[in-house]
């Protein structure tokens, strides 16, 4: 989408995550490669940038699983393993774990190299209607290559 530069997944953003997704049956999935960029303490994955990857991927759960959009309302995030910013790679996974009304209660888990669990988030995410989304944000929907 034309001037569309999140911090997250944007692939046009210089300075950001570009995070890609894909469906692991219930879940939604990104490989990410941490890189020194996005250190805290020295050679340290920032809690922040973990945050960051945790709450996109539950957007990304909204848009793929309900068709959706909407606002991340609460992210409670455990950090349980450091995280270097020399790993080839983390895995970033997340889920819908019930649905209320509006309220979308989420979880993700960050995994490293050794899929070791890392950091996790429990979420809430309020979400508005498909039809609110596709008229007042111009949300498309979120299919795959072969629907």
Known sequence: MEGYMCFACSSDNPLGLHMEFYEDGDDVVAVWKPNKYYQGW???????????????IGGWVIIRKLQTTGVTSKLDARFMKRISTDEPQLTIRGRIKE??????????????????????????????????AKKEFSFKGCITEDE
Do not use: K, W
């Not at 995994?111 to 508005?128: K, T």
């Open 42 to 56: 020295q050679n340290t994955l920032h809690g922040g940038i973990q945050c960051t990857l945790m709450d996109e």
């Open 99 to 132: 649905v209320r009304f509006n309220a979308v209660y989420l979880e993700a888990e960050i995994y490293n190299s050794q899929n070791v669990l890392c950091s996790r988030a429990d979420m809430i995410y309020f979400v508005i209607t498909p039809e609110r």
